[in-house]
């Protein structure tokens, strides 16, 4: 039988920015250098603005009202049905720029203007191509609902279980997303309601 011996353990410290409003994690500062200034960077979780300057004692950091951006959740699906005929849907959260939420504005920006990998996480081939533009396509972004505002919800669509955005359903898209039933009903074909065949959640 093989010896058994005490393990060797090592730990590691890491500096995160929180946030000053919600306590959240803002980013990562151990790479800042003393003297450089940063942002504005985002809370994911509340919008809150900041920008900051590293100094020998630590971080000041300045809070930007009038930058403060609004927590929200996108629904992107697939450009193309799959050969079923099926879309795959995906939630994507992220926090909203002041005046960044026109259906125009919203649409270029998933549809064409920002690489895939930037909001899904992962990269992305399609063949050779490591940055497919165009592969998801926007349907509908909402301010995010908080966790009152999703006990409403589930309050009055009843039937609809554990109503958030982390345990998604066809009947929870349609209830969180308006425009996604205007969507469907432009889709051509017979079958005006495509089956959900995969649900992914990223942004965070
Ligand atoms: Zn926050």
Redesign the pocket.
């Known amino acids: 039988m093989n010896p058994r011996i005490p393990a060797v353990l090592e730990s590691e410290t890491k500096n995160y920015l929180k946030?000053p409003?919600?306590s959240?994690r803002i980013g990562s500062v151990d790479h800042l250098k003393e003297g450089t200034r940063f942002g504005i960077w985002y809370?994911q979780?509340?919008g809150?603005a900041v920008s900051g300057t590293v100094l020998k004692t630590g971080i000041d950091i300045v809070v930007h009202d009038d930058e403060r951006s609004t927590p929200s959740l996108t629904l992107l699906r697939t450009s193309h049905p799959l050969s079923t005929g099926d879309y795959v849907y995906i939630v994507v959260r992220e926090v909203l720029f002041p005046g960044f939420n026109s259906p125009e504005h919203l649409s270029y920006w998933y549809n064409e203007h920002s690489c895939p990998t930037n909001y899904l996480g992962l990269q992305i081939f399609e063949g050779c191509n490591s940055d497919p533009h165009g592969l998801l396509q926007w349907v509908d972004t909402i301010k995010r609902p908080t966790t009152e505002e999703y006990q409403a919800m589930s309050e009055a669509s009843s039937g609809i279980k554990g109503f958030d955005e982390t345990d998604l359903s066809w009947d929870n898209l349609l209830a969180l997303f308006p425009r996604l039933q205007v969507v469907l009903d432009l889709d051509d074909g017979i079958d005006v309601k495509p089956k959900l065949v995969g649900l992914g959640l990223t942004g965070e």
Do not use: G, H, N, V
């Open positions: 946030c409003e919600c959240s809370c979780s509340c809150t």
